[in-house]
């Protein structure tokens, strides 16, 4: 069984004690733009695999 993995090669960068003062989860810092995109290469890889009959649905 193969099992696919979507990486980002961008490196986080700390943020400044003026951008920790709000609430961010856990310092992590999420934005839906990045989860979203990354979802979405998550789903074309799937989609893509299904064409290429690697998985079975």
């Not at 961008?10 to 400044?16: D, P």
């Not at 003062?21 to 810092?29: D, E, F, K, L, T």
């Not at 934005?31 to 998985?55: D, N, P, Y």
């Amino acid at each position: 069984m193969k099992v696919s993995c979507i990486t980002s090669t961008e490196l986080s960068k700390k943020k400044s004690r003026a951008e920790n003062s709000r609430i961010s989860c856990s310092g992590y810092g999420s934005i839906v733009t990045v989860t979203a995109t990354m979802g979405l290469l998550a789903a074309s890889e799937a989609i893509t695999q299904i064409i290429k009959k690697e998985i079975v649905v």
